[in-house]
Nanobody, 120 residues
Framework: QVQLVESGGGLVQAGGSLRLSCAASGSISSLNAMGWYRQAPGKQRELVAGFSSGASTYYANFVMGRFTISKDNAKFTLYLQMNSLKPEDTAVYYC??????????????WGQGTQVTVSA
């Protein structure tokens, strides 16, 4: 299986920045999609940003122009640079990878989440 571990969350004042990382371990043969999601208390998990197969990126409207997603293909590592943070960005942020294992089945893995708290 594939294990994902997020890091980089924390407490920051409004207007500040954080950089999240998602590191993967496991026998990944290929990746079809990589993405960041978030879930605030009492709300459903929502897509923040992601890569589809290849290098096409997509962003939720509420982070457009403030967040930037990037990746290191060699390390299967995903990043999310978050600038101009707002209190409404407060949530647990999760990374998600979908792809195929070496000699094995497709996989769909989630990290355990990292808390981002933005104070007013």
């Amino acid at each position: 299986q594939v294990q994902l571990v997020e890091s980089g969350g924390g407490l920051v004042q409004a207007g500040g920045s954080l950089r999240l990382s998602c590191a993967a371990s496991g026998s990944i043969s290929s990746l079809n999609a990589m993405g960041w999601y978030r879930q605030a208390p009492g709300k459903q998990r929502e897509l923040v940003a992601g890569f589809s197969s290849g290098a096409s990126t997509y962003y939720a409207n509420f982070v457009m122009g403030r967040f930037t997603i990037s990746k290191d293909n060699a390390k299967f590592t995903l990043y999310l640079q978050m600038n101009s943070l707002k209190p409404e960005d407060t949530a647990v942020y999760y990374c998600n990878y979908r792809g195929r294992l070496w000699g094995g089945p497709d996989f769909d893995s989630w990290g355990q989440g990292t808390q981002v708290t933005v104070s007013a």
